[in-house]
């Protein structure tokens, strides 16, 4: 760690988009790591919107004790649609440069990302990202902060599912988050022996589902749970399970179970609690380095910096290996 090569004084930290798990662990290590380099660090209440409307408070150790172990983001989020206007832009400018902050710090996903870009080039404004999504669909980390979290949460869920479903002999259609990616369904499902996956990433027809379904009935397994990514390509779980009634008839009785925000809520793991706080640590690191639009993320352990455009225009990949083990334990 170089000295205050960029010469930060203050550094503004927000919130921005969905909210996941572990999102005020990242906020209480930026405002440490300001307060222990001496830098005066200032919290942004909901996002771009405020930065806007001007709700910018300066902040100390104290403003984020009690913090790390709560869900949600104690400074708020909202998504703004007048940021990225010009006059947003504009207005959000003038209120930073009237407090007189150096760097900001964005937590959140894609979305955040692309806006801190679009500001960023604008205004030659330096800004660094923490990738804060229960989705895990950012490229340049190998997790998120809050996936972790999310993933726990819906395999405690499942369990107690599978519960009413061995006790009725059942088959459980369950809707997990993931509107572009299914790096959540793959891994939950995985954990909680389902048997059968379906996400966007394999565009797989119903028949495939068929097959598998076919399979187990063979088995007299006493209980059959599909869990299935909100974006994937064969229509929502209610077509789904309207489809297996229609091939299957009495055969299996069907139920549908839809988790949604259930999955972003809840005190972090310790997993995202730490990967927070290192994210949240070399934050700050970066910008006094003179870092501009890069996200803070791991692979292999390591700290590694991705600049925001190849952060948001470059998909992630899915893990080939765990879907090879998704189909191999699920016969």
């Known amino acids: ?173 369950i809707e997990v988050m993931g509107r572009d990616a299914g790096f959540i369904a793959l891994n939950s499902g995985i954990a909680a022996g389902a048997e059968e996956i379906l996400i966007p990433e394999k565009d797989r027809d119903v028949d495939h589902l068929f097959d598998s379904l076919e399979r187990t009935s063979q088995r007299n397994k006493s209980s059959r749970l599909v869990i299935v990514a909100e974006g994937d390509k064969n229509g929502s779980v209610y077509d789904l399970e309207k489809q297996v009634q229609q091939r299957f008839g009495d055969r299996y009785e069907t139920k549908v179970t839809i988790l949604g925000h259930i999955q972003r809520g809840g005190r972090p793991s310790c997993y995202d609690r730490v990967l927070a706080s290192r994210l949240g640590v070399r934050a700050v690191e970066a910008l006094m380095d003179g870092q501009h639009y890069v996200m803070i993320g791991t692979r292999n352990k390591q700290i590694v910096y991705t600049n925001f455009e190849q952060a948001t225009k470059q998909n992630p990949e899915m893990d080939e290996e765990l879907l090879r083990v998704a189909h191999i334990i699920s016969i």
């Open 1 to 173: 760690m170089s000295s205050n090569t960029a010469g930060m004084k203050k550094i503004g930290v927000l919130t921005s988009g969905g909210d996941a798990p572990g999102m005020n662990a990242a906020i209480r290590a930026v405002v440490r790591t300001c307060v222990y380099y001496k830098l005066t660090p200032f919290g942004v209440k909901e996002g771009y919107e405020v930065l806007i409307n001007n709700n910018i408070y300066k902040m100390d150790a104290g403003s984020v004790k009690h913090i790390i172990h709560q869900g949600g983001t104690v400074l708020k989020s909202a998504r703004s649609k007048e940021f990225m206007t010009d006059e947003g832009m504009e207005k959000a400018w003038k209120n930073i440069d009237d407090i007189g902050l150096d760097g900001l710090v964005v937590i959140g996903g894609d979305g955040s990302f692309k806006g801190a870009m679009a500001f960023g080039a604008r205004f030659s404004f330096p800004i660094v990202g923490i990738p804060g999504t229960i989705d895990n669909d950012i490229y340049g980390t190998d997790q998120t902060v809050g996936f972790d979290t999310a993933t726990n949460t819906i395999i405690e869920a499942v369990d107690k599912i599978r519960d009413t479903a061995t006790s009725h002999n059942r088959l459980f259609f």
